[in-house]
């Protein structure tokens, strides 16, 4: 059974379903490694910030910024980060797989 500490930020660019480890903060986009390089050498985009998720929820320069990130399953944003599972994850995550103990009892830290 897939639990939500399997759930991951997905890209929002490619459709290999790959892992996105980074934001880019002006298009508000979730980018895998792939996609990122493409994104830094794109004439429209290379000047944009760029910054792992990991940083981002880690050290936050405003609360804003952690909150626009999406979850992939849901399209709701990230407004928990479970400790014991490492991960982001949205309200409707948090209370959807709560039944099958995917976060009963964890440690999450409300990102509001």
């Given at each position: 059974m897939k639990t939500n500490c399997d759930l991951k930020a997905k890209c929002d660019i490619?459709?290999?379903n790959h892992e996105a480890i980074y934001r880019c903060l002006?298009?508000?986009?979730?980018?895998?490694?792939?996609?990122?390089?493409?994104?830094?050498?794109?004439?429209?985009?290379?000047?944009?910030?760029?910054?792992?998720?990991?940083?981002?929820?880690s050290f936050p320069t405003?609360?804003?910024e952690i909150v626009r990130i999406l979850c992939s399953e849901h399209k709701e944003p990230f407004k928990l980060f479970d400790e014991d599972c490492q991960r982001l994850?949205?309200?409707l995550c948090w209370y959807i797989h709560s039944d099958n103990n995917g976060h009963q009892g964890h440690k999450c830290i409300n990102l509001q």
């Open positions: 490619c459709d290999e002006q298009c508000e986009q979730n980018l895998c490694e792939s996609m990122v390089k493409v994104h830094r050498n794109m004439k429209v985009s290379k000047d944009h910030k760029i910054i792992s998720i990991h940083e981002l929820v405003s609360e804003t994850i949205c309200n």
